[in-house]
């Protein structure tokens, strides 16, 4: 991992046929928000405890019934931008002056449950 652009392994919950196709072609911006909310705006979801994945995974359909996906992710997290509470404006803002990259929702502190990116 590499530190210089805040790397970490995170989990990212989905359905079966979600993981395959993030497998073959990578997460898409497109479909943020279409399975589940987007609590700290759009994007993709990542968190470091799995458990606070399972709850964002689905069972598939047809030969994945009751076939539940999550994915260990390598992800470049560069500068974080960190709140405790959904924010949209501020998000916008801090997003598109440049200092940040991404959003770290930082439940744990605010609530004592999970943090997000």
Do not use: M, Q
Not at 40 to 58: I, M, N, T
């Amino acid at each position: 991992l590499d530190p210089r652009i805040n790397e970490h392994f995170l989990w990212h919950g989905t359905t079966p046929e979600g993981a395959i196709g993030i497998s073959n072609s990578g997460f898409r911006i497109a479909l943020a928000g279409s399975r589940a909310g987007t609590y700290f705006g759009r994007g993709c979801y990542f968190a470091e405890c799995s458990s606070k994945s399972d709850e964002y995974a689905r069972g598939g359909d047809n030969l994945l019934a009751g076939v539940f996906a999550l994915l260990l992710c390598r992800v470049a997290c560069g500068s974080l931008f960190r709140t405790v509470e959904p924010d949209s404006k501020a998000i916008e803002v801090a997003l598109a002056g440049g200092e940040y990259d991404a959003v770290l929702g930082d439940r744990e502190a605010s609530a004592g449950t999970f943090r997000e990116f």
